[in-house]
Each structure stands twice: as structure tokens, then as C-alpha cells.
């Protein structure tokens, strides 16, 4: 590609601008970002996810994971269970539950309706090309 300085300039500013929607967006429903991620993975996933899928899923540390979840535990939003003598699973309380209906599921819903508006095959072609994308970046980020 001739210009692929500029594709890729364009790629990362639309990366960066839609990470600042969804800043906003957690802003607005009064939640910090790592909170959001991890509520929106639980509730994508039902009303409970392995704590391993989480950190995968939402690209955050360990760290920073299990900090929000202390927080999300001491509001009485979530709760862990131990899936095996390794892994533990995080799962929604009643309570986090409705709280999510008003946050979490609310960007779920937000995203489905764009996702509505694409035809079928606008919206394969645009997770084939992401997949694809972040599937060859990986392959050369593992060469580093």
C-alpha cells in the first residue's frame, strides 16, 4: 500500500476516538473505565464469566482487574466463586445485576443498534477485517 502511513495514522485515530466514547460513555453512567469493561464482559457473557476471560477479554492487567473487583465486592455488585482448585468465575449479585440493566446492558444495546443498522455482510466484513487485523499484529508482536 502507497500510503500506508496514513492508513495506519487514521486506523489508531479511530482506535483512540472510539476508546473516547466509551471513556465517555462509562463517564456518563458513573463508572471508571476498568469497572465498565469488566461489568460489560460479565453481562455479554450472561450474568457470570471466568475471571481468566475477563483479563483477556478486556486487555487489562491482573492487577488492575482485580482491583475493580475489591471495589465491585465492597459495593456488593459482584461476588467469586471458585470454578476449580485454579480459576475463579465472577458472577453478578441481584444487586449488580439491576445495576448493570443501567449501564453495562445499556451499552450492549447501544452497540446492537448500530450493529442493526449495517447490513448482514457489512457486518461480517468488518469483523473478518478486525479479526484479521489483530490476528497478523499479534503474530508480528510476538516476534519482539
Known amino acids: 500500500m502507497a500510503n500506508s502511513g496514513s492508513v495506519i495514522r487514521r486506523f489508531n485515530h479511530l482506535l483512540g476516538e472510539l476508546d473516547a466514547v466509551y471513556h465517555d460513555l462509562s463517564f456518563r453512567l458513573g463508572m471508571s473505565d476498568s469497572v465498565s469493561k469488566i461489568l460489560y464482559t460479565i453481562c455479554d457473557a450472561g450474568t457470570s464469566c471466568p475471571l481468566h476471560l475477563i483479563c483477556q477479554r478486556t486487555g487489562l492487567s ?18 467469586l466463586q471458585a470454578a476449580d482448585a485454579r480459576s475463579k468465575t465472577v458472577c453478578l449479585t441481584p444487586k449488580g445485576d439491576r445495576f448493570c440493566d443501567g449501564t453495562a446492558r445499556r451499552i450492549l444495546g447501544m452497540e446492537n443498534q448500530v450493529l442493526e443498522s449495517w447490513s448482514q455482510e457489512e457486518v461480517q466484513q468488518y469483523l473478518e477485517l478486525t479479526e484479521r487485523f489483530l490476528t497478523e499484529l499479534r503474530e508480528k508482536a510476538q516476534s519482539v
Do not use: M
Not at 491482573?62 to 461476588?79: H, M
Open 62 to 79: 491482573k492487577q488492575t482487574v482485580n482491583s475493580a473487583l475489591r471495589k465491585l465486592e465492597r459495593e456488593g455488585l459482584v461476588y
